[in-house]
């Protein structure tokens, strides 16, 4: 079936410290979006990966997609205090109907 | 202006009482949707509107029944409501069913039921 895993489930870090989620897939993907959800909030879109290795960045945002397609990664460099939320990746089996992965919940110490 | 707006906020109700969750969006999208978040934060669909017709209908308890007058509108009315029914509802939208298009999400209805 069409699964997904988002790992870690929970992430806490020092303020200044990197961060990164990872969103693994057991089929293919057509592409992957990745959404941010302030504490409180609603989910936010952030970013879509379409090419095979693609890599995007966004000031201190990196994301990537895998060679095959499969995988996909969520990386901050040096997180502020306004990093914090939950990060979900939104995998596209390509079947009309994006579902999210479980999410990655960020937490910052100061 | 809001683009998907979804009222009411905040709903506290009784087990066994019916409640509505209204909908609206204002960028002209032709598909619009029901996520329902619970206490782990995991994002889950329960439907999919095109232009008013039901193309996705999670295996959803049939106590739900979405209603959309119009491809800007998408209602959610919950019958006998029950206590794991108790999370945040998310209505959204995007511009048409073809998976790629940014979901944009409204703020949510936080629906407790005791």
């Known amino acids: 079936g069409q699964q997904v895993m988002q790992i870690p489930q929970y992430q806490h870090v020092q303020e200044g410290e990197d961060f990164t989620t990872y969103c693994n897939s057991s089929?293919?993907?057509?592409?992957i979006q990745w959404y941010k959800q302030r504490p409180g909030g609603h989910p936010v879109f952030l970013i879509q990966l379409v090419k095979s290795g693609e890599v995007k960045k966004q000031k201190r945002l990196t994301f990537q997609f895998g060679e095959a397609k499969k995988n996909s990664s969520l990386h901050i460099t040096a997180t502020q205090t306004t990093d914090v939320g939950t990060y979900f990746c939104?995998?596209?089996?390509?079947?009309?109907?994006?579902?999210f992965g479980t999410g990655t919940r960020l937490t910052i110490i100061p | 202006d809001t683009a998907v707006s979804q009222t009411p906020k905040y709903l506290v109700t009784q087990m066994g009482n019916d409640k509505s969750i209204k909908c609206e969006q204002n960028?002209?999208?032709?598909?619009m949707y029901w996520y329902k978040q619970d206490s782990k934060k995991f994002l889950k669909i329960m439907f999919s509107?095109?232009?008013?017709?039901?193309?996705i209908n999670e295996t959803v308890p049939n106590r739900f029944s979405p209603k959309s007058p119009d491809k800007a509108h998408l209602n959610l009315h919950i019958n006998s409501l029950e206590l794991g029914d108790s999370a945040v509802y998310f209505c959204a939208s995007s511009q048409s069913r073809e998976t790629g298009n940014t979901i944009y999400f409204g703020e949510g209805s936080w629906l407790t039921v005791v």
């Open positions: 509107y095109n232009n008013k017709e039901l193309i």
């Open positions: 089929t293919t993907l057509s592409n």
């Open positions: 960028l002209g999208h032709d598909t």
């Open positions: 939104a995998p596209d089996f390509g079947n009309e109907k994006l579902t």
